[in-house]
């Protein structure tokens, strides 16, 4: 793998977690909002919408480098639709992340040693 397939997978990670939170919050408001007088569905709507718009275009982008089964573009799809899946998610690409770092360094140095 290179740095741009790395660099794919971590911007998915980052923004993975942001998207759960915002996602949770989302839920919490709409509870609210039947529940009490508090209305804070459109803030929470609309910062949810561009977490998520960013996650599928990141999504799409790690499974164009990173060359994805259909399988394991599918789990992170549907974690992206599960209110807590985007911790998972976080969680299963840290180490996609630090294995794609680490052998696109080991190209490096390959290529540097040859």
Do not use: Q
Not at 21 to 36: A, I
Not at 83 to 89: I, K, L, S
């Amino acid at each position: 793998m290179d740095m741009k397939t790395a660099n794919a997978l971590r911007r998915l990670r980052l923004v993975s977690a942001p998207e759960a939170v915002s996602f949770l919050l989302l839920m919490v408001c709409s509870v609210l909002k039947r529940t009490t007088e508090f209305n804070a569905v459109p803030v929470m709507g609309r910062v949810h919408a561009v977490l998520f718009i960013l996650y599928l275009i990141f999504w799409a982008l790690a499974w164009y480098r990173a060359r994805w089964s259909v399988g394991t573009s599918a789990l992170y799809f549907a974690l992206s639709v599960l209110p807590a899946g985007g911790f998972f998610a976080e969680r299963r690409l840290k180490g996609e992340t630090e294995d794609a770092v680490v052998a696109s360094r080991a190209s490096e140095v390959k290529v540097v040693n040859a």
